[in-house]
């Protein structure tokens, strides 16, 4: 069972395309998952002392990416962690600090790469090894189509047992965006992908666009040798701050907009030229 969640679907002619975007340090600046680690401490799911783990674990991510093994003990750590959790206290806590904690460390760079790709007809999927109580908003914010996370298992109490029922990571991403390919009819050899870490290679591999996005030692080493295209991302900006068209509205909002845009512009040349043609007259 994937991690998939479909925010909005539209009509597309065959063949399909599509962007697959990791999201820690490719779309966003720091791990999506840590950066809630006060709002959880402040809504009482975690102490002090966890509070100062994440926070070690957030700046050890941050200074030299994490490999498969620092992955693996990141897993378990926050697998016990949540054990226990309250999920629809998890997403009211989520929902109730996304825009102060997620909106700032957006990449500019991901954005404009999501609305363009948007723009040329393309799926956006965002496909991260966090959990989709905090991957589903955060797609939803920047308008993603569709989002591939972890998904921890719930027992009958509505909390989470500390259990992992599907691990989106390494292999599994390729696997999930293949079969994403199959059931949507995406050609993988016209699709993209972007990712920092050389635990994504598979993903990137699955593509016929692949993208190193501030790459660790080994994804830039491999993207080098396979001469895959290296972007430096670098400037955090909240959505809000940048031009209104850019605020990651649904498509049917960009369609209706430029729709109204060239209406307003058909209307203005109208207008010049009848006015031309009023002024050569009173000559």
């Known amino acids: 069972m994937l991690g998939l969640v479909e925010n909005h679907s539209l009509p597309h002619s065959a063949p399909r395309t599509a962007a697959f975007f990791d999201l820690d340090k490719t779309v966003i600046a720091k791990s999506s998952t840590l950066t809630f680690s006060k709002s959880f401490y402040q809504g009482g799911l975690i102490n002090r002392r966890a509070v100062l783990r994440t926070a070690y674990t957030q700046f050890v ?20 962690l949540c054990r226990g959790w309250n999920v629809q206290q998890v997403k009211e806590l989520v929902a109730e600090t996304l825009h102060d904690l997620i909106d700032p460390i957006i990449y500019d760079e991901a954005a404009s790469l999501i609305e363009e790709h948007h723009t040329a007809g393309r799926d956006v999927v965002i496909v991260s090894t ?59 050899a016209r699709c993209y992908a972007y990712s920092d870490s050389a635990t994504d290679l598979p993903m990137l591999s699955a593509v016929g666009h692949p993208y190193a996005v501030n790459p660790d030692r080994a994804l830039r080493r491999e993207a080098l040798a396979r001469e ?50 009023a002024v050569a007259s009173a000559r």
């Open 61 to 80: 991510f941050l200074v030299g990416g994490a490999d498969h093994d620092q992955m693996e003990r990141m897993r378990t750590y926050l697998s016990d």
């Open 228 to 277: 895959w295209p290296i972007l430096d991302f670098h400037k955090p900006v909240r959505l809000k701050q940048r031009l209104p068209n850019l605020s990651a509205p649904s498509r049917p909002a960009l369609v209706a907009a430029a729709a109204v845009g060239a209406a307003a512009a058909t209307a203005g040349l109208v207008w010049y030229a009848s006015r031309r043609r």
């Open 130 to 188: 966090s959990g989709a109580e905090v991957v589903e908003p955060i797609g939803e914010l920047l308008g993603a189509d569709r989002v591939v996370a972890t998904r921890m298992v719930v027992g009958d109490d509505g909390c989470f047992t500390g259990e992992v029922e599907y691990y989106a990571y390494g292999p599994t991403k390729a696997e999930a965006v293949k079969e994403l390919a199959r059931s949507e009819g995406y050609d993988l």
